[in-house]
């Protein structure tokens, strides 16, 4: 079966510093991978999106990038962090093929 | 401009009580509609996709089924377990965006 992996789970971080967050996948191969930000009481805000290795489509421009160094990679960087960064950010994958979309755990970014 | 909107934003029900929750959809070409619970704190957990209107879907208590406009998420008979955030999201045709509903805040009471 699939599993999806998201790191850290929680994490503070003070406003102008680097950000990391990973997600990786196990269990299946070229899958589609997201990367949404859920701020409290709101949607999902899609942020990016990879059909693969190196390939990435950015749905809102911000100071966030995403690479996919790896087939079952995808990493969520920022340079130099702001306020409005905080929030949940969610990781997802889906088959090759298929729309339906699976959530790892969230990571939870607070910005001071 | 595809979107979501669901109602209500926040449903008490006492156990027992059955009720409906409601997503209304505008999308130029749908590719499926899907329905997630996501609890506190935690990433959403997949329940239905639905593709054409007519459709349904059953697991244990929920009920989704879906018409050109709208999708319902039927509950019967809710347990305090199903308190939760539900969400409806809509895939158009024309790419990989999927428009996420601000979901509906299901609270049973026991």
């Known amino acids: 079966s699939q599993t999806i992996h998201q790191w850290p789970a929680t994490l503070v971080q003070p406003v102008g510093s680097p950000l990391s967050l990973e997600c990786t996948v196990e269990?299946?191969?070229?899958?589609?991978l997201y990367w949404y930000r859920q701020a409290a009481g709101r949607g999902l805000q899609l942020l990016f999106y990879s059909v693969g290795i190196g390939q990435i489509s950015s749905e809102v421009p911000q100071n966030l990038s995403a690479s996919r160094p790896q087939d079952r990679q995808f990493i969520l960087s920022s340079k130099k962090l702001l306020l409005s960064d905080s929030g949940f950010y969610l990781c997802a994958w889906s088959p090759r093929d298929q729309e339906t979309q699976y959530f790892g755990p969230g990571t939870r970014l607070l910005v001071l | 401009e595809d979107q979501v909107t669901q109602s209500p934003e926040a449903l008490r029900l006492q156990e027992g009580e059955s009720s409906s929750l409601n997503c209304s959809y505008t999308v130029s070409g749908l590719r499926g509609l899907f329905w997630y619970r996501q609890d506190p704190g935690k990433g959403p957990e997949f329940l239905f996709t639905l593709y054409s209107a007519g459709e349904e879907k059953e697991k244990e208590r929920l009920k989704a089924t879906l018409t050109k406009k709208e999708s319902f998420l039927h509950i019967t008979a809710p347990k305090p377990e199903d308190s939760a955030t539900y969400l409806c999201?809509?895939?158009?045709?024309?790419?990989?965006?999927?428009?996420f509903g601000a979901g509906t805040r299901l609270f049973v009471k026991a």
């Open positions: 269990g299946t191969s070229n899958p589609n």
């Open positions: 999201a809509v895939r158009n045709t024309g790419g990989f965006k999927t428009i």
